[in-house]
């Protein structure tokens, strides 16, 4: 299996950015890491050994990009701040990730998938931006880092704006009226996975009801057990990517 390491200075974070990729050609999909977790987690974890077969054989050539959710939603910054951040990185998946994968690989599809606050960032950029993707997929992920749950606080402590609003899929999708964004939704190939037991479950149930009150067809599937573990997610990767 083909691995490669990569870095540079990021200029819309202001420091410099990692990644590993994993395959010559196929599908590109962008993996997003879990909470705290870095771009080599996935590998670590066996995530990726887990669907080798298909990176192999050219059907998927992942990219595993880093977070700065250290810098963002966990950060000590203002919550005003903690969004602006967030949407720094954003602005270097679309202006520099992107922009990187279109250079060395052809193919015109694009898959953006992730597990636990990956899967927020999954979902949230392919949500938002739904032209540049044709492929979502969500593990064990909450979509309204807004709200307070066991073990899980609202990472603005009660702050909310505009901003935050239309970073928080739940909130956005469930008042969606831009027929044009909506258009681009429906031809996106979107896949939810939660946990029986999983905290995030009631949220996502939230989302894909939201999904279909719009009309847009989508896959939602519950595991069993809390389901919120690399020994899932290896299974999950072999089914959804």
């Given at each position: 299996m083909e691995r490669a390491y990569h870095k540079w200075f990021s200029p819309m974070l202001?420091?410099?950015?990692?990644?590993?990729?994993?395959?010559?050609?196929?599908?590109?999909?962008?993996?997003?890491?879990t909470r705290g977790a870095r771009?080599?987690?996935?590998?670590n974890w066996k995530v990726i050994e887990a669907i080798r077969p298909k990176i192999e054989?050219?059907?998927?050539?992942?990219?595993?990009?880093?977070?700065?959710?250290?810098?963002?939603?966990y950060s000590d910054a203002s919550p005003e701040d903690r969004i602006l951040r967030h949407l720094d990185y954003e602005n270097y998946i679309l202006k520099e990730v992107i922009p990187f994968i279109?250079?060395?690989?052809?193919e015109k599809?694009?898959?953006?998938a992730g597990c636990s606050l990956g899967g927020y960032h999954a979902v949230n950029i392919a949500f938002r931006h739904p032209s540049l993707f044709t492929k979502v997929v969500g593990m064990s992920a909450r979509y309204d880092l807004t709200v307070s749950l066991p073990f899980f606080k609202d990472l603005?402590?009660?702050y909310f704006s505009e901003t935050i609003y239309y970073n928080m899929p739940t909130r956005f999708i469930s008042m969606l009226s831009d027929k044009r964004i909506l258009r681009k939704l429906k031809k996106l190939e979107i896949i939810l996975v939660i946990?029986?037991?999983d905290s995030f479950l009631e949220n996502n149930k939230e989302l894909s009801s939201a999904l279909t009150n719009l009309k847009v067809t989508h896959d939602f599937f519950i595991w069993n057990e809390e389901a919120h573990r690399p020994r899932y997610w290896r299974?999950?990767?072999?089914?959804?990517?």
């Open positions: 202001g420091k410099e950015m990692e990644m590993l990729v994993f395959g010559g050609r196929g599908v590109p999909v962008i993996f997003f890491p771009f080599y987690d996935f590998e054989a050219g059907e998927l050539h992942i990219f595993c990009v880093d977070s700065i959710d250290n810098e963002s939603f279109r250079k060395i690989n052809p599809k694009l898959i953006s603005f402590d009660g946990g029986q037991e299974e999950m990767v072999k089914l959804y990517l």
